[in-house]
């Protein structure tokens, strides 16, 4: 590389190159390559944080560690302290990712609503709306104490010094694309600023034992620096997912240094702000039709919750040679595979027929344990036979048309008697596990043709 010259960094994951290519060999998107001055060289990131009186160098043995299970802060939302490992823990750095306008600046908000009741120190640090804007949010949402702060500022210079003498527990910036360094001379969003600006906020949080959530906007044209690039460098990553024309949200955690990343948070779209939704499988379900043909609901694993929701699969004669295959919310191959497997095993013909399915709600799943309910969803459809309402199905379907055993059967089915569901259809071969519930009528199937005698 030149020296002080320019280098091209693809702006979804961060790859640096030397040239301009334009698909990018790390993430394989298209077109992400922007040219940006090259960083200095030979700066190292900051240390983990230290506690006083630890040696600045030199092995320890691990058992003189002390282990220093700090208290963690309850947020005030119980679906968001659950996806954080049971709430913030003091001096870490968090990025809260997700589509703009999905609801980030709205759930910190009420994250600094709830946490000012506490904490005497929160601060709000908004690049992207004035004061006014803000204010007119939190009259949304509710009402706040005195103790929140709020300033709009992207100079990260200023709010580094702001910070360090306001001491705050809690600080937010929103978002992380609108912060600049001085001395780095791309723009504001670009690889090299959002990278920096990362830095800087972790060692000020270590240093300082302040939390800092960061809001990074996921961007899909590859314009400004997407948070897949500093996911490396912060302690927690959590993404806001949702449909933005259905109201309900999910917080799923990617990574966490602090508890488990098989946590999701549910959250529904208010006039007044985000609510939790405490029993998403109920949410999900609601609006399914009764007694129609090509739905059926599948019980599907997020992280260690069971949560029931509704597969919908629509078939009919395709007018064209090459059938026409939609696949919403899962796999579209996995889809693919499935019809090839009904064909093949059922002397189905589906080879001629077009298949829509859909994850009604917008969920994205990909979990094999959803199979045996697409498979019913589709055959049902096809034959136009409704499944009973009163039915739930998982299971795995091998390609052998066998139906294959999937974790956690026992807490699936105990969602569905939770939910009131008269019956579950599972693999046979998870039948010894789920022996001991009762009250809930459970019929094993150990090949896909059964499970069609079942439905007629
Ligand atoms: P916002 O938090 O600004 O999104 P982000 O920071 O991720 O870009 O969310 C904005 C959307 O949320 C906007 O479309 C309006 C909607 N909204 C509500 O429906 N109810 C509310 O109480 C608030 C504050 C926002
Ligand atoms: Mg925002």
Same mark, same amino acid.
């Given at each position: 590389?030149?020296?002080?010259?320019?280098?091209?960094?693809?702006?979804?994951?961060?790859?640096?190159?030397?040239?301009?290519?334009?698909?990018?060999?790390?993430?394989?998107?298209?077109?992400?390559?922007?040219?940006?001055?090259?960083?200095?060289? @030979?700066?190292?990131?900051?240390?983990?944080?230290?506690?006083?009186?630890?040696?600045?160098?030199?092995?320890?043995?691990?058992?003189?560690?002390?282990?220093? +299970?700090?208290?963690?802060?309850?947020?005030?939302? %119980?679906?968001?302290?659950?996806?954080?490992?049971?709430?913030?823990?003091?001096?870490?750095? #968090?990025?809260?990712?997700?589509?703009?306008?999905?609801?980030?600046?709205?759930?910190?908000?009420?994250?600094?609503?709830?946490?000012?009741?506490?904490?005497?120190?929160?601060?709000?640090?908004?690049?992207?709306?004035?004061?006014?804007?803000?204010?007119?949010?939190?009259?949304?949402?509710?009402?706040?104490?005195?103790?929140?702060?709020?300033?709009?500022?992207?100079?990260?210079?200023?709010?580094?010094?702001?910070?360090?003498?306001? %001491?705050?527990?809690?600080?937010?910036?929103?978002?992380?694309?609108?912060?600049?360094?001085? +001395?780095?001379?791309?723009?504001?969003?670009?690889? @090299?600023?959002?990278?920096?600006?990362?830095? #800087?906020?972790?060692?000020?949080?270590?240093?300082?034992?302040?939390?800092?959530?960061?809001?990074?906007?996921?961007? %899909?044209?590859? !314009?400004?620096?997407?948070?897949?690039?500093?996911?490396?460098?912060?302690?927690?990553?959590?993404?806001?997912?949702?449909?933005?024309?259905?109201?309900?949200?999910?917080?799923?955690?990617?990574?966490?240094?602090?508890?488990?990343?098989?946590?999701?948070? =549910?959250?529904?779209?208010?006039?007044?702000?985000?609510?939790?939704?405490?029993?998403?499988?109920? &949410?999900?379900?609601?609006?399914?039709?009764?007694?129609?043909?090509?739905?059926?609901?599948?019980?599907?694993?997020?992280? !260690?919750?069971?949560?029931?929701?509704?597969?919908?699969?629509?078939?009919?004669? !395709?007018?064209?040679?090459?059938?026409?295959?939609?696949?919403?919310?899962?796999?579209?191959?996995?889809? *693919?595979?499935?019809?090839?497997?009904?064909?093949?095993?059922?002397?189905?013909?589906?080879?001629?027929?077009?298949? &829509?399915?859909?994850?009604?709600?917008?969920?994205?799943? *990909? +979990?094999?344990?959803?199979?045996?309910?697409?498979?019913?969803?589709?055959?049902?459809? &096809?034959?136009?036979?409704?499944? @009973?309402?009163?039915?739930?199905?998982?299971?795995?379907?091998?390609?052998?048309?066998?139906?294959?055993?999937?974790?956690?059967?026992?807490?699936?089915?105990?969602?569905?008697?939770?939910?009131?569901?008269?019956? =579950?259809?599972?693999?046979?071969?998870?039948?010894?596990?789920?022996?001991?519930? !009762?009250?809930?009528?459970?019929?094993?199937?150990?090949? =896909?043709?059964?499970?069609?005698?079942?439905?007629?």
């Amino acid at each position: 590389m030149k020296k002080g010259g320019t280098i091209f960094f693809c702006q979804s994951c961060g790859y640096e190159s030397a040239k301009w290519s334009g698909q990018c060999p790390a993430c394989r998107q298209w077109n992400t390559f922007a040219e940006e001055p090259a960083p200095k060289k @030979s700066r190292g990131g900051p240390a983990p944080a230290r506690r006083s009186g630890e040696a600045r160098s030199g092995p320890v043995c691990l058992a003189e560690v002390a282990s220093g +299970e700090r208290e963690r802060i309850s947020t005030g939302m %119980k679906e968001l302290d659950q996806v954080l490992g049971g709430g913030i823990v003091p001096g870490s750095l #968090v990025l809260v990712g997700g589509d703009p306008g999905i609801g980030k600046s709205t759930l910190l908000l009420q994250v600094c609503r709830n946490l000012s009741d506490r904490l005497s120190g929160v601060l709000y640090i908004s690049g992207e709306e004035s004061l006014q804007q803000i204010k007119l949010r939190a009259l949304r949402i509710g009402e706040f104490r005195e103790s929140l702060k709020l300033m709009c500022e992207t100079n990260l210079a200023d709010i580094e010094e702001v910070v360090l003498r306001e %001491k705050p527990q809690v600080a937010i910036i929103d978002s992380i694309q609108t912060m600049y360094q001085e +001395e780095i001379s791309s723009a504001p969003g670009s690889v @090299s600023q959002v990278r920096e600006a990362t830095g #800087v906020l972790m060692r000020l949080a270590k240093e300082q034992g302040i939390t800092i959530f960061i809001v990074g906007h996921v961007t %899909k044209e590859g !314009t400004v620096a997407g948070p897949r690039v500093l996911e490396h460098m912060v302690d927690t990553v959590l993404y806001f997912e949702g449909d933005r024309h259905a109201s309900y949200r999910i917080l799923r955690g990617v990574k966490n240094r602090f508890g488990s990343t098989n946590e999701i948070g =549910v959250f529904e779209m208010q006039e007044s702000g985000l609510k939790e939704v405490a029993n998403p499988s109920e &949410y999900m379900l609601n609006g399914k039709p009764e007694g129609a043909s090509g739905s059926v609901v599948a019980c599907t694993m997020e992280g !260690t919750r069971p949560m029931l929701l509704e597969v919908q699969a629509l078939v009919c004669r !395709t007018n064209f040679g090459l059938p026409r295959r939609t696949a919403a919310g899962m796999d579209f191959n996995r889809v *693919n595979l499935l019809l090839a497997v009904l064909e093949k095993r059922l002397n189905l013909p589906f080879s001629s027929y077009d298949a &829509y399915v859909n994850i009604a709600g917008g969920l994205r799943l *990909n +979990e094999p344990a959803m199979d045996l309910a697409l498979v019913l969803a589709m055959i049902s459809s &096809y034959k136009d036979i409704p499944v @009973s309402g009163k039915t739930v199905v998982f299971g795995e379907v091998g390609l052998s048309g066998e139906v294959r055993a999937v974790s956690m059967a026992r807490q699936r089915v105990q969602e569905a008697k939770k939910l009131g569901f008269t019956k =579950v259809l599972l693999p046979q071969s998870s039948m010894e596990q789920v022996k001991a519930v !009762t009250g809930i009528e459970l019929v094993g199937v150990a090949a =896909v043709r059964d499970a069609l005698r079942i439905i007629g």
